[in-house]
């Protein structure tokens, strides 16, 4: 490859590269993620040196808030800081291009000058983000790292987002996050352009916000007991044992969030998930209840249906209640939505509770559903006179969607395709695509969770189905339900890689996303995230197993790979798979009397995959649950 530039785009603007594009050999090609919207890389490098310094207008408070990130991401791994000086080699500079719009940028890296442009500080922000991914993957070390040539290839690269809304949640209540977690969160998914952190603050297993005015939701409920194990699975709190796991934001931690979010340009988005969903407030005010609180916040086991966990809405305290958590909700946050769930409400109590079903008779309201509605209704005003707008999940239609909500459409994009042609703004995060607490490969080798949402499938989500009105869909994010989620590392586990390909489809629009393209980018981004000490998961080299029934009631198994290039090897005869064992070449039959199935992959004669393990007994249970897709095989 004898070219001087690699073009990446359909407009190609080559300007400004006299300096840069003098060389013979190729430049190497910065794995970006999201893809940028266009790009053209020169033959030449821009080297970061301790004679670097970056200029910018230093009346502006936010430009200098990104410098200052920018050394703070540097600087560990290079040992120097970038000063602040007049006549810097880097310049981060604001125009009034306005084609940029908020979050655009354009990065000019030229052989000895790097100039970063946008319409608002948002776009610098993210022209750093870019300049930060072409540095070498040890640039992610916080240790100096001696001997690197910190080099960015010569690039021009004009950017700028499909989607508003670039989101992941994290469930706080399921398991426990601390403060600094949370931070390290955002930092992350900042990293890749995202800017909306969608926290969910409260459950049925621990209310999480402090609320002046009601002490107990984190005295009382914040705390459960200990539980490893399965959810769902586990024991209930026993009469005399106490509630030690748990914790809670005070409103000074939720401040210091704020602040660390707002400096990478995230917008955080609080939710209080009611009227369902509120175990953990009534086991701290158990006059809410319908009818007896539950004795005891969850802790993963079983209670739907037989523990209360619904406000009652036919009490005026309940109001009362919300008035006042959403009063400091609202004085605390400073975006202009707040969620308020609306998701899985249970309403076998209300339907046996006096006052409820009398309030539905007093507001002349058909069935639960609407007594639900009514419920959102009121909490929509509620909002709107503290100047805010509400977001619930895609449940909040049933019963009639309160004016001017926006719907979060978690249940496949049917609720959010029939709310955007009513008028609503919607944000997309649809399970089979979003919900990045699924397995993302073989169940086998994962950890325990439900279901299955692979990188691939993260990759293929658009937000914008046929036949919607493209303005009404804000965007979409990846949702972190925490049940099966103990720890921060198992949080970065499940969250990488499938939030770096949600962050590329919400960035660089599902019309550019190529697959092939990405995930060889994907595998860049492990070695940058291995340097971060960031967990990730690489499960999409791990084989994917399809066991079938043929029509004449043949057990046959398909094997395959996310990633395509891969060469499986497996046994039936219970040794271990390596590149000496049989290749994969077309769909299995099971030898007689075999046990045990064994498989690997590998690529360039390595092994790259698991070694997966399942019995025949397992295969045809397998077969059972999918005899309906055969004909999609
Ligand atoms: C949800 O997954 N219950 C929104
Ligand atoms: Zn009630």
Known sequence: MKKLLFIFTTASF????????????????????????????????????????????????QLMGIARYFNQKVAPATGFEVPVEK???????????????????RLLVKQGEISITAHQPAGIFYGVQTLLQMLPSEIKSDREQPGIDWTVPCADITDKPQFAWRGLMLDVSRHWFTKEEVKKYIDELAEYKMNV?????????????????????????????????????????????EATYGGFYTQED???????????????????DVPGHSLAALVAYPELACMQAPSAVGVGNKFYGEDENTLCVGKDATFEFMDKVLTEVAALFPDEYVHIGGDECFKGFWHKCPRCQARMKAENLKDENELQSYFIHRMESLLKTKGKKLIGWDEIIDGGLAPDATVMSWRGMEGGIKSAKAGHHVIMTPTEHCYIDLWQGEPSVEPDTYSM????????????????????????????????????????????????????????????ADWERFWPRVEQHFVRAEQAQINYARSMYNAIVTPYYTADGTLEVKLDSELGNLDIYYTFDNTDPDRFTPKYEAPLRIPKNATWLRIVTYRDNQPVGKVITLTVKELEKRAENTRHVVGNL
């Open 14 to 61: 080559l300007f400004g590269f006299s300096a840069c594009s003098h060389k013979d050999t190729p430049n190497r090609v910065p794995a970006l993620i999201p893809q940028p919207q266009e790009m053209t890389v020169g033959a030449d490098h821009f080297t970061l040196t301790r004679r670097a310094a970056i200029t910018l207008d230093t009346s502006n408070p």
């Open 87 to 105: 006549h810097g080699n880097i310049e981060f500079k604001l125009t009034d291009d306005a084609a940029l719009e908020t979050e655009g940028y």
């Open 197 to 241: 952190f969608h926290w969910h603050l409260t459950d049925d297993q621990g209310w999480r916000l402090e609320i002046k005015s009601l002490p107990r939701l984190t005295e009382v409920g914040a705390w459960r007991a200990p539980r490893v194990g399965q959810w769902w699975q586990r024991e209930p709190q026993q009469p005399g044992e």
């Open 254 to 272: 939720v401040k210091e969030v704020l602040a660390y979010a707002a400096e990478r340009y995230v917008r955080v988005i609080p939710e209080i």
């Open 453 to 512: 949402c692979r990188l691939k499938d993260s990759y293929r989500f658009n937000p914008v189905p046929d036949s919607v009105p493209a303005e009404m869909i804000l965007g979409g994010q990846g949702n972190l339900w925490a049940e099966s989620v103990p720890t921060f590392h198992h949080a970065e586990y499940m969250t990488w890689p499938r939030g770096w390909a949600l962050a590329e489809v919400l960035w660089t629009g599902p019309t550019k």
